[in-house]
């Protein structure tokens, strides 16, 4: 065993100062940058507080486990980050119209990088959000993700749903509603969701019988599902957000773990949940990222909302995603420039002037507890005017893939040996 003291004086600091240098750089989730005041032992401590083999909320199949196990591995022994991209809402992934607006297909977002060998890891889309969809719509929807599925990618699918009070009609197809119909109004009564007998409930269930029928197509199909209910808890951005609680997360966590057990019997078990709170949340009414959290037994993965153009998030908002979070894997399900009317350093994605490389930056870096991200979609604002926030829609989409092998796409899932064929 070396004894460094044996060394002359004059030696021994630059021999220690070379030990302390190769033994941060061997920290496995990015310590060496973010915390290089750290002692051994609080490096040691953070790398084992995110589980690298965590069981799945449901009964599961032996694949959403493996798709859970994946996940962890990332998360908790930092072998790199997948690539993803929200294709918007509904059956707007099947869209293949040719049109001067925006356009959030599967063709337009991942095919043109899908020919280079280069498939987003990832894709995702919202059952809601701008419309109620027929169940019609989101078989054809989930007809291309299984697509995408059957290529070795993932499938994230999230829920963003109307206001039972704003929008108090289930008629898919008839009754569309629009995002407006997401906002919070004076009448929203958060109990009575939970409450037998009151119109809102009574709404509700039909409208979780809707989800639910379409994530069985799914299950049918053999397609594991990271579910992403009621994204921007902690913030007033929507109907069940902080403007309905009062103050208190308590209702809020009553109607979420209401929803898994629901989930429970059905019997879906091809479903990981996925907890999306908004980081680095601003606002009076915003809360920090713990805020409507409902405990390990009904989560599955943290994968907050990051929309900034550093991509970065605090050292605290850092610390509190591998410490508050019971050792959860960690994602992004959003994570990209700020919209273009949210306080933003240059509003990059406006002009689609981005640089996709610093998500390599920011992840391989700085972030290397993050398994992956979703990068957001692209927005039309009015007729003139686009805001362009995809990966293929902003600068050095090739280059982000081209020097950094530790990026994953669907190619690399399969080359990697990170998961089984489908």
């Known amino acids: 065993m070396l004894k460094i003291q044996q060394y002359p004086s004059f030696l021994a600091l630059p021999f220690m100062f070379v030990l302390m240098i190769l033994g941060l750089s061997s920290c496995k989730n990015g310590f060496n940058k973010l915390y290089e005041q750290s002692s051994d032992e609080d490096d040691q401590e953070r790398q084992e507080s995110i589980a690298c083999r965590p069981s799945p909320v449901l009964d599961s199949t032996d694949k959403t486990e493996e798709v859970l196990t994946m996940i962890a591995k990332l998360s908790c022994e930092d072998k790199g980050v997948i690539s993803g991209q929200s294709l918007g809402y509904g059956n707007e992934i099947v869209n293949d119209a040719v049109s001067d607006s925006i356009i959030n297909s599967y063709k337009n977002l991942i095919e043109p990088l899908a020919d280079q060998r280069y498939t987003l890891g990832i894709v995702s889309i919202d059952y809601e959000y701008n419309g109620i969809y027929t169940s019609d719509e989101l078989i054809d929807a989930n007809d291309k993700l299984k697509e995408h599925w059957d290529v070795n990618g993932l499938v ?9 009070w704003l929008n108090p009609f289930f008629l898919p197809g008839i009754v569309r509603g629009s995002d407006v119909d997401l906002e919070y109004s004076n009448d929203v009564d958060l109990t009575e969701i939970l409450d037998i007998g009151t119109d809102p409930y009574d709404l509700w269930i039909q409208k979780l019988d809707h989800i639910i029928e379409a994530l069985k197509n799914l299950q049918a199909q053999g397609v594991v599902v990271l579910f992403r209910p009621f994204p921007e808890m902690n913030t007033n951005n929507f109907w069940w957000g902080t403007d309905a609680t009062a103050d208190s997360d308590e209702v809020f966590i009553d109607i979420w773990q209401d929803m898994v057990e629901a989930f429970r019997d059905e019997g879906l078990d091809n479903i990981l949940w996925v907890f999306a709170p908004t980081a680095s949340a601003t606002g009076s009414s915003s809360k920090d990222i713990t805020w409507g959290y409902p405990g390990k037994d009904y989560v599955d993965i943290i994968a907050p909302v990051l929309r900034k153009d550093s991509l970065s998030l605090t050292t605290s908002e850092y610390n509190s995603l591998r410490d508050d979070f019971d050792g959860l894997p960690l994602g992004f399900s959003e994570l990209g420039p700020a919209f273009e009317d949210e306080d933003t350093e240059n509003n990059d994605a406006t002009s689609g002037e981005f640089d996709n490389r610093k998500y390599a930056d920011q992840l391989l870096d700085s972030n290397q507890a993050i398994a992956f991200w979703i990068s957001g979609h692209d927005r039309q604002i ?38 089984s064929a489908p």
């Open 156 to 164: 994230l699918v999230s829920w963003s749903p109307h206001s039972p």
């Open 382 to 419: 009015d007729a003139d005017t686009k805001s362009f926030h995809s990966i293929e829609n902003n600068e050095n989409k090739r280059e982000l893939f081209d020097f950094n092998s530790d990026i994953f796409t669907a190619e690399r899932i399969v080359d990697n040996e990170l998961l």
